[in-house]
Structure formats: structure tokens, C-alpha cells
């Protein structure tokens, strides 16, 4: 494999790997929910998770360095202006329904 192959691998890695951090938290994938419908105040998103300013801040922080979301200031308001890519979001909700399927399933039985 030359070089250039192999740095791409590795960054391909790297973005698995922060998208794999970010989605691992289920108050961030809530916010990951609140988002598909829209760019939000940082300030609504916390009321609406039922976070502090502080935590939202830091779990939409790591998001953004996934590259899940934008952030823009506009004013004296920050807000996110929602998901770069909603097929992300609809990736976890397949799987959501997927693994309650699997309960469903071994409940049964």
C-alpha cells in the first residue's frame, strides 16, 4: 500500500472514530434528534434535554469536532445550525429500531 493510500485510511479511521465517540452518548444522540428537526439556540437545546448550558455546550462541542453538526454565532446568540448530514441521523434511528426489535424478540421468549 503506498503512502497516500495509507494517509487516507488513516483519516478515514480518525472520523470513524470521533463519529463512534459522539454517537456513544445518549444525551448526544437526543440533541442529534432535536437537530434533525431544525437549528436550534444553544439555550433551547439544553431546555429541551433538560441540560445546563455548560454540559449542552460540551456534548455539542463534541459533535462538531465529529463534523455531525454546524455552529454559527449570530448576534450575541450561538446556535447550531443543525446537521451536516441527516443520513447519519437516520442510521442510529434503523439501529434504534433494530436493537428494540431484538428486545421485542428475547422478551418473547
Not at 433538560?50 to 454540559?55: C, H, I, P, Y
Not at 437516520?90 to 421485542?104: A, E, M, T, V, Y
Given at each position: 500500500m503506498d503512502q497516500e493510500s495509507h494517509m487516507l485510511k488513516d483519516s478515514t479511521y480518525a472520523q470513524l472514530a470521533r463519529i463512534g465517540k459522539a454517537i456513544a452518548s445518549p444525551k448526544r444522540l437526543e440533541i442529534l434528534d432535536i437537530l434533525a428537526q431544525g437549528s436550534k439556540t444553544v439555550d433551547t437545546i439544553a431546555r429541551?434535554?433538560?441540560?445546563?448550558?455548560?454540559?449542552t455546550s460540551q456534548h455539542l462541542q463534541t459533535l462538531l469536532e465529529a463534523r455531525l453538526v454546524e455552529y454559527q454565532k449570530q448576534g450575541l446568540h450561538p446556535f447550531t445550525k443543525g446537521l451536516l448530514d441527516k443520513r447519519l441521523f437516520?442510521?442510529?434511528?434503523?439501529?434504534?429500531?433494530?436493537?428494540?426489535?431484538?428486545?421485542?424478540t428475547i422478551s418473547g421468549l
Open positions: 429541551e434535554t433538560e441540560m445546563n448550558v455548560a454540559n437516520f442510521s442510529c434511528q434503523h439501529g434504534l429500531l433494530f436493537i428494540d426489535d431484538i428486545f421485542n
